[in-house]
């Protein structure tokens, strides 16, 4: 899993990136970008697999709050890059509610809709699988270990202590630093 990082890594960035693109330019009415829309989908099943098993280990927390859980899943990603998370994703419910109306009997049948629809609900995708490994990368160049606020050091995540019940939080400090 941990060599082939670096490629989904890339894979997600050029991904949202493409979005944003395809984006833009329907918003501005060129339609040049329209045949990236299989390309991107596909891309987009690979980088969400890959992404579903790297989020595995956080299935445990993430019933135990939804919110805590995506959050310390996160953790070790930039603040900008953890901002694409809400960010793609409330932008992609505005374009989705936007466009019903020029939906033809529960289907868009207008390109310019089409494009501007499925470029924004992609990216959500995009941004999640690009935030959610960059953090698990950063996070591993740390030694890849979770610390609660005494200290005490764990393997697997959690939200709280099994030893003292305090805050867990990923350890991003370098090994040996
Ligand atoms: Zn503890």
Redesign the pocket.
Known sequence: MKPFRPYFLGLAGTGLVLCLLWQATSLLGVHRLDAVSLPLLVGLFVVQAFNVVQLLPFGPVVRESPTAGWRLALEGAPKWVKWLVPITGGYALCAFFLALPHAVGGALTDPHWIGLVLSSVFMPFYGAALAYTWAASTRDDAGGTWV?A?G?QLDEPALH?P??K?DVHASLKQPGA
């Open positions: 609660c005494n005490h202590c030893r003292c305090a």
